[in-house]
């Protein structure tokens, strides 16, 4: 099974038992369909794990700071606040802050009037939050009381789904019945308390990045109280993308933000928005990395957690490397406690492995290799010649006029 008929599956799936509804089924779906779509991508072998290793080390640091951080930095409306900004995990350095970069550049102009949130994640390292911002870490610990009753009803019908879908995939229904159980658990306890937290509240807008993930309860309880909920783009989406993507966008589908800031409508990749999304255009902040500097005669490989072993196997048995000074190994963040194993493989070659900023790299290479990566699409506004490898997840990008298959270069061995 490939990309395009993992998503189609799940599409017709969720159109014929009616998951686009109005109710706590839709809601939690909509909630755990990209990580059930990547656990199933792991079991029916389209793509490795997604998830980096973490050491015990790194995961006592992140228990201390939850703890803390539920204790000192909880959400505090005040009656000043007029905004809620939702920030996403991957935070850069900015005036000695850590600051968001997708939605940064948009949100400092009303940061006086904003509520600033660092959403639950156990594990995001250095998280140094200001007096501005506040942690979701409390969730966590509310999650864990599990206070809020759940009916068996509920449970039932979301095990059924799982055993009809697992069954026409010949996938163990196990797992996936445990994660849409828990996810309506949990989708309740945090609904109920975003709705606390911001119905006597001022809050106009809530403005985040990554609607889907871990933000759905919050987009849910928007809507119960007409608060307006505004997404920023932070990646590559497609038709593929179920983040984002559906089926029939006639269909009211649940928990979507009403605007969508997308970087260009190239950048929409033929994704299939719901009609109620209203897509405006912003000048995306990656552009201001870009300095004019001489090109050298480089090729920046871009790695990817899913697919990074695939990928550095491609490159030394169908590249030329004499076609190029220099060869780059960009590892994807997640990859950086397997750096170790890159540079072993490319040991009796000239590729270089890197975990700097891509940036440089971008402005300095002449040609960028990969299969799907949001740099893939940043690198065309570098002035860099792109070129996709026919891996799986491919589909993704390879529709795209600006970027090339790799097969048809000079540089390609077969």
Not at 85 to 94: E, L
Request: glycine share 2%.
């Amino acid at each position: 099974m490939n990309v395009d008929e993992l998503v189609s599956l799940l599409q017709r799936f969720e159109v014929e038992n009616n998951l686009y509804s109005d109710n706590l089924l839709s809601k939690v779906w909509k909630s755990i369909r990209t990580r059930l779509y990547y656990s199933l991508q792991k079991d029916l072998a389209v793509f490795s794990d997604v998830k980096p290793r973490k050491s015990l080390r790194s995961s006592a640091k992140a228990t201390i700071q939850v703890i803390y951080n539920c204790l000192f930095n909880r959400p505090k409306i005040s009656t000043h606040h007029k905004f809620l900004v939702v920030q996403h995990p991957r935070t850069k350095i900015h005036n000695k802050n850590r600051v968001d970069p997708y939605s940064y550049e948009f949100t400092r102009a009303i940061a006086k009037s904003s509520l600033f949130l660092s959403r639950t994640s156990l594990g995001e390292d250095g998280k140094m939050l200001s007096d501005s911002q506040a942690s979701l870490d409390c969730l966590l610990v509310l999650k864990l009381l599990k206070l809020k009753p759940v009916a068996k009803n509920k449970f039932d019908s979301a095990e059924r789904l799982m055993e009809l879908l697992c069954e026409s995939l010949s996938v163990d229904a196990t797992k996936y019945k445990n994660l849409y159980t828990q996810a309506i658990s949990d989708f309740l306890i945090e609904e109920a308390y975003f709705i606390k937290m911001l119905i006597n509240s001022s809050i106009e807008s809530v403005y985040l990045v990554d609607h889907y993930s871990k933000n759905i309860s919050l987009v849910s309880a928007c809507k119960a109280l007409d608060i307006e909920v505004v997404e920023f783009q932070h990646g590559i989406i497609s038709k593929y993308h179920l983040g984002y993507s559906v089926k029939n966008k006639d269909y009211d589908w649940p928990c979507y933000p009403d605007l969508f800031l997308a970087w260009g409508e190239h950048w929409l990749n033929s994704v299939e928005l719901p009609r109620s999304v209203k897509v405006n255009y912003i000048t995306p902040t990656y552009l201001s990395e870009r300095v004019k500097v001489k090109k050298k005669k480089q090729l920046l490989v871009v790695s990817q957690s899913v697919i990074g072993k695939e990928i550095a196997n491609f490159v030394i048995q169908h590249l030329d490397m004499e076609a190029f000074d220099e060869v780059i190994f960009k590892l994807h963040p997640s990859e950086l406690d397997i750096s170790s194993y890159y540079k072993g493989i490319f040991k009796n070659t000239k590729i270089m492995v890197s975990a700097s900023n891509i940036y440089p790299l971008l402005n300095e290479s002449e040609s960028i290799l990969g299969v799907f990566s949001t740099v893939m699409l940043e690198a065309i506004d570098f002035g860099c010649k792109v070129f996709y490898i026919d891996l799986p997840g491919a589909e993704y990008i390879q529709s795209n006029i600006a970027i090339s298959d790799v097969k048809k270069e000079e540089f390609y061995v077969n």
